[in-house]
């Protein structure tokens, strides 16, 4: 348990360092806006910058004071065994995205769409698969995306281990 903690304050730190980077881009990008002459473009801009760092700060403020949180647990209960315990499932990055995240990497061939994919049970994602590789005229995608969860569905159900014949 030790260890996922460790990887959990590590996750975190990266992703606050990531908010940092993305907030001082931001900023230059202010710098930037600032040469312009006045304008309600330049002033959309500026605001829209300035609501993204407002964003990546509290979120950055929630990651600090989980890490700070977890520092303490182990701390605290440095002594106790649970903590020792090794055999830990290695994780998936996948696992910390959000849907939007998860959307991209699949319709860019990064994340392939099976049953280990962690959106592959759900039926709106996988809706909005089809959707998008249906605008995008993909159909071999399509039907690819269709045979793999065809695969995986139950078998249609059954009448005295018969299918049901159905009457004309």
Known sequence: MKALLQ????ILKKRVKENLDTINQNQSEI????????SAERTYYIEKHYDINKVLLSENNDFINLQVTLLNFMEKYKDFPILEEEELPELNSELFMD????????IQGRLAFNIAHPKFEDEEFFQKLLSYYSTAEAYEKCNALLK????TSP??????????????
Do not use: C, M, V, Y
């Open 31 to 38: 710098r930037q806006l600032l040469t312009q002459p006045l």
């Open 7 to 10: 990887r959990t304050i590590e």
């Open 148 to 151: 793999t969860k065809e695969k």
């Open 155 to 168: 078998p249609s159900p059954t009448f005295g281990g018969e299918k049901k014949q159905q009457h004309k």
């Open 99 to 106: 849907d939007h995240e998860l959307f991209e990497l699949t």
